[in-house]
């Protein structure tokens, strides 16, 4: 399969995904601050809200790839905007929106596909860059790889432990029965363990994309956001055009290190091992 079809515009730039509450939001914000483009409607976490719609749904796991081509396509079309949606397109749209997806109040799927069908025919000015940034992206990492070849992703990890104890679950929730291989009790071991199969598999991934892959660590990002933010532009290849506004963009959470006031013993030795592993401190 070939990139984003011809009356797509140009191809994506960078994405950003990770676990929900990972540290996401404030790599989104950095991108914009390059100056890239990370879509028009966007949720108070700038998650992209037209990549939710179209693919933060469990039916995602059942297309075929070429299903899921067709929609990263669209998806490109809708970001770049070199031309209006046909009506086919629209109803396609409409139909995403009408599904039952109980996390979400009613109306808010077809207020996004709303959005989609009457934002103005405007096409990016030529050469600018533009990317996006959603959590589940992670999950569509093999047809990105696919559709998109010369695309970056930037992957954010936070710390295992502190993540087995957010209350952020809900890609646990989505994607962990598939993930894991099996269904089980929700909490802080299964959280963990879907963090550990979750980070595998995108470094397996990355593997094969080489220098356009990122595995971009939170917790050191926060604690040395010089060196982080270097990093950082050094991957996009871009200069920071504020750099001393971009730092200050970057403080460590009150949450960081909150394993160390939990009960950890309820914890997979195995996945706390892999957790040091990949580098963080786990006593």
């Given amino acids: 399969m070939s990139s984003a079809s011809a009356d797509a515009g140009p191809s994506p730039f960078v994405a950003v ?3 929900g509450g990972s540290g996401t939001r404030l790599v989104a914000s950095l991108l914009a601050e390059f100056g890239i483009f990370i879509g028009r409607d966007l949720n108070r976490e700038l998650d992209n809200l037209a990549f939710t719609l179209l693919f933060k749904r469990r039916e995602l796991l059942a297309l075929t790839d070429a299903e899921i081509d067709r ?6 079309t809708m970001m770049t905007r070199p031309r209006s949606l046909n009506g086919d397109e629209q109803a396609f749209l409409k139909a995403r929106a ?3 997806r109980n996390e979400y109040p009613d109306g808010w799927l077809q207020a996004r596909a709303h959005a989609l069908i009457e934002s103005s025919h405007e096409a990016l000015p030529a ?4 990317g996006w940034k959603e959590p589940n992206s992670h999950i569509l990492l093999p047809a990105l790889i696919r559709n998109f070849p010369q695309m970056r992703y ?4 936070r710390h295992g432990l502190d993540m087995a104890f957010s209350r952020n ?4 929730q989505y994607w962990g029965d598939a993930m894991l291989g099996q269904p089980g009790e929700p909490g802080p071991a299964r959280a963990l363990s879907y963090w550990c199969a979750a980070q595998k598999r995108a470094r397996r991934l990355g593997e094969l994309m080489g220098s356009r892959f990122l595995w971009l660590d939170y917790d050191h990002l926060c604690l040395e956001p010089e060196d982080g933010l270097n990093r950082l532009g050094e991957f996009l290849g871009l200069a ?8 200050a963009m970057i403080r460590p959470p009150a949450s960081m290190g909150r394993f160390r006031r939990a009960d950890c013993s309820m914890l997979s030795s195995d996945d706390i091992k892999l957790v040091a592993e990949y580098g963080f401190a786990v006593d």
């Fill in 17 to 19: 995904g990770g676990l």
């Fill in 71 to 76: 929609d990263l396509r669209l998806f490109a």
């Fill in 98 to 100: 009408a599904e039952p």
């Fill in 127 to 130: 050469g600018k860059l533009w």
């Fill in 154 to 157: 930037i992957h954010v990890v």
């Fill in 169 to 172: 679950q809900t890609q646990l």
């Fill in 240 to 247: 920071c055009p504020d750099r001393a506004r971009m730092l």
